[in-house]
């Protein structure tokens, strides 16, 4: 009997219902915090019982909204960047771009060597500056890629999100996760850093080897593609069907699309850009690819206002997923499963308490799926317990790290997961079925990667 589970947006739904029922079963409790280098910090030992505050059927109702609009700044993210996108498509320079790449890889052999290559770079970008919601961007681009080389929309998506997932949940000196951990855990900013690169080499490698395979199978057979019959219908829209030749034009809005996207990686890394900025640069790269490419301004907003519009759904998904860690948060039920969990891991012995952490960061992130924000929440806790069962503080923060970064590929509470789900027509039941057994490696992976530094050697 198969299981079939509803729409993305009713699954969430779903789950906003089931968080505010928890509010209502799950008693209420708080950490005191204090203020330190402008983060908010939990103070170890101050778990305290409140007044229980159940969510109530008009914040209920209203908790989507209030997402939506908490969400804002992402959002409006999205609708700038696929409008500059939709400008761009309109020049035809992407479409006539990949079919010449596709020309010059003509075979299986030489094409499969894309996928390693994009997915080292993204995974480079996610180890260093933490790449999320940027991923978004990239979609747009490697799903036209995947589709002209005779790949489907799991490529299309695996190669930018699971990249950057494996190289930001193995990351070595992303500021966001390691960074704020560290500084918490007062260890020496960016310690440790040698093992964290193994870590990394081997999670993005297992990435690589995965799709390499997959793409294998997808050559010997596309229709084993859990997504065969959606991606027929709708890969047209991300692929021009017109046979335009490239010419001079394409090239110049190419480049200027290069151009920006490294000089978003300049501006993420050396002037703190964060999403605003960002917008404004596609936007910026719009116009120039409708000069370059003589695209009158009518016909340039109605490209960008159809970019724009493909891109709706995503943003009530990202809306309804803030919603629901409004609720829980709202009925001061995070700290309470936060004490619960961490005590768990206390009386065992190290090797296993480590698993536990781990396991309690993994299960945290499904209500708090941002990386800065769950070290602030879990590290002024979890740097204190290793100290007690005998684990290094750098150990701990490894187990954070692993917990957010995997999962983070996976829980439907995350913004940037549905989105890119919601993106490429893939259906949640449907990711799962095609990445269980990735993740299943990626976990066995995190659990064997703990050993050696709590049981092997100092760290």
């Known amino acids: 009997m ?113 996928i390693p290559v994009l997915t080292l770079f993204f995974s480079m970008a996610g180890a260093t500056f933490g790449m999320s919601e940027e991923v978004l961007v990239f979609i747009l681009l490697t799903l036209p890629l995947s589709f002209s080389l005779g790949y489907d929309s799991f490529m299309g998506v695996a190669i930018p999100f699971l990249g950057a997932g494996a190289g930001f949940a193995g990351a070595f000196i992303n ?45 010997k057979d596309p229709k084993i593609s859990l997504n065969y019959q959606e991606d027929q219908k709708s890969k ?26 490294a000089f978003l990686i300049v501006g993420v890394n050396r002037w703190d850009w964060y999403i605003t900025e960002i917008s404004a640069l596609f936007l910026v790269m719009g116009m120039i690819s409708a000069l370059i490419a003589r695209v009158d301004m009518q016909e340039a907003i109605d490209a960008f206002m159809a970019g724009a519009a493909e891109m709706i ?50 299960f945290l992130n499904f209500f708090l799926p941002s990386g800065s924000g769950q070290a602030a929440l879990t590290m002024p806790i979890m740097a204190p317990l290793s100290d007690i069962i005998g684990v290094s503080r750098q150990t701990a923060v490894l187990a954070f790290q692993l917990g957010d970064g995997l999962s983070n590929m996976v829980i439907p509470t995350s913004g940037v997961t549905m989105g890119v789900l919601t993106l490429s027509n893939i259906s949640y039941k449907k990711w799962l079925q ?14 064997i990667l703990l050993i050696p530094p709590t049981l092997v050697f100092n760290w």
């Open 434 to 447: 095609w990445i269980w057994p990735l993740m299943l490696i990626y976990f066995v992976l995190a659990m």
């Open 175 to 219: 500021p966001f996760t390691v960074g704020i951990a560290q500084g918490i855990a007062e260890l020496a900013p960016f310690s440790g850093w040698e093992y964290r690169v193994i870590v990394w080499f081997i999670f993005t490698s297992v990435t690589i080897a995965f799709l390499m395979r997959y793409a294998a199978r997808l050559e």
């Open 236 to 261: 047209h829209r991300h692929i021009e069907t017109d046979q335009e030749e490239f010419n001079g034009a394409h090239r110049w809005v190419l480049i200027t699309l290069a151009l920006g996207l």
């Open 2 to 114: 198969k299981i079939k589970l509803p729409d993305t947006i009713v699954l969430l739904l779903i789950i906003l219902v089931f968080s505010c029922v928890l509010t209502w079963i799950v008693p209420s409790g708080e950490f005191d915090r204090i203020e330190r280098d402008g983060r908010e910090l939990v103070v170890s030992g101050s778990y305290h019982v409140v007044s229980p505050n159940p969510v109530g059927f008009f914040q209920l109702i209203m908790a989507p909204i209030r997402g939506f609009s908490g969400s804002a700044e992402i959002i409006a993210f999205i609708f700038f960047v696929a409008g500059a996108f939709g400008i761009i498509n309109r020049s035809g320079a992407i479409s006539a771009g990949l079919r010449r790449l596709v020309d010059g890889y003509n075979t299986n052999r030489k094409k499969r060597w894309i």
């Open 313 to 362: 759904k995503v943003c009530f998904v990202i809306g309804i997923a803030r919603g629901i860690i409004i609720v829980a948060s709202e009925g001061t039920i995070i700290d309470t499963m936060l004490y619960y969990t961490s005590t768990a891991v206390e009386g065992y012995p190290n090797t296993l308490s480590i698993q536990l952490m781990f396991y309690v960061q993994t």
